[in-house]
């Protein structure tokens, strides 16, 4: 009869063969848990580059932008054919990034505004295409000098006739999307924040016939270009207190466009008077530029104005279209 004395000596004796045969029990160890990678709230949006040449057909640079698309899949005819139903086709919004965000990841241009336009939400309020180029750290949208510290020394910007190397391939890439996508030209938005607020007003003055409406935050151009660009809808957005680019350098564009406007308007009272036809009232204008500063904002006057509502800008933008995508300045 087995009794508990010999079961105890029995499991002794094995514990004794296991060290014996080297077979320690060790303590289980448990694998720490793995790291999950937070989604990338960016991964839908896609990529796309364009080439820059030089005259002899050899490459000259590479730039890397990123296209925000809307939901809705857009009709083939309408990509096919510029004149097609306009129903079929939807705004793009060229968006210039800050100076924060040059580099060569093709992501850090949608730290503000433009990756938010590709939720669900912007998408279902307002379908678009959203071109957000990246600028290489080394270069600039607009060709002012950095020492020029964006006015603080009372010396502003002034306007290049040639395009920065990065600007030249922004404009071709916008010319590559509207060729390719369903894109309304008659509601082609531009917009820029800081070093892109610079950006948006040269690209105004490069290409004024094409935008339907321009959106400059926090920054600035040349006053002596306002005639080239005041038949185009401003909204100029700035912060009363931006230490980093002065709130002086968007009222004298402002001032100057408000100027130009109103020459441009009183011409063409001009001309109606004179003209054969009956005297008829002049068509109700909307004031040019619409103007805003946002206090206790400091630089980021673009977090307040990149929202829908009386308190943003992108009702009003999107509110705008160009009565016809051939008219020229």
Not at 170 to 187: G, H, N, S
Not at 207 to 213: I, N, Q, T, V
Not at 228 to 251: C, Y
């Amino acid at each position: 009869m087995t009794t508990l004395h010999d079961l105890l000596a029995a499991c002794a004796a094995l514990c004794v063969g296991c060290v014996a045969f080297g077979q320690e029990t060790k303590p289980i160890e448990v694998a720490p848990p793995e790291t999950v990678a937070a989604p990338d709230p960016f991964a839908k949006i896609a990529s796309g580059e364009t080439v820059l040449k030089k005259p002899d057909g050899t490459v000259d640079a590479t730039y890397r932008y990123r296209l925000v698309e809307p939901r809705m899949e857009p009709r083939a005819e309408a990509i096919a054919d510029p004149n097609s139903d306009a129903r079929a086709r939807v705004p793009l919004i060229v968006f210039l990034h800050g100076s924060g965000e040059r580099g060569s990841d093709n992501r850090a241009q949608l730290k503000h505004f433009a990756g938010a336009c590709a939720s669900d939400e912007f998408q279902t309020r307002a379908p678009c295409y959203v071109l957000a180029m990246q600028c290489p750290a080394n270069e600039t949208w607009m060709a002012f000098a950095r020492e020029l510290n964006y006015g603080k020394e009372g010396k502003f910007a002034t306007h290049h006739e040639e395009p920065t190397r990065a600007m030249r391939a922004l404009m071709q890439a916008i010319d590559e999307i509207i060729a390719t996508k369903a894109v309304d030209p008659t509601r082609v938005y531009l917009t820029g924040l800081s070093m892109g607020g610079f950006g948006a007003f040269d690209l105004a003055v490069r290409r004024p016939e094409l935008f339907a409406a321009v959106v400059p935050i926090c920054g600035g151009g040349d006053p002596a270009t306002a005639a080239s660009i005041a038949r185009i809808p401003f909204f100029i957005v700035h912060g009363t207190d931006d230490t980093v680019v002065p709130v002086e350098n968007s009222r004298r564009m402002r001032e100057a466009i408000a100027a130009a406007a109103a020459e441009r308007a009183s011409a063409e009272r001009e001309k109606a008077r004179g003209s054969a036809d009956a005297p008829r009232p002049m068509p109700k204008r909307a004031p040019n530029p619409m103007y805003r500063e946002y206090d206790k904002v400091g630089h980021d006057s673009w977090t307040p104005a990149y929202r829908f509502g009386d308190d943003g800008v992108l009702d009003w933008m999107f509110a705008q279209r160009r009565i016809s995508p051939t008219s020229t300045p």
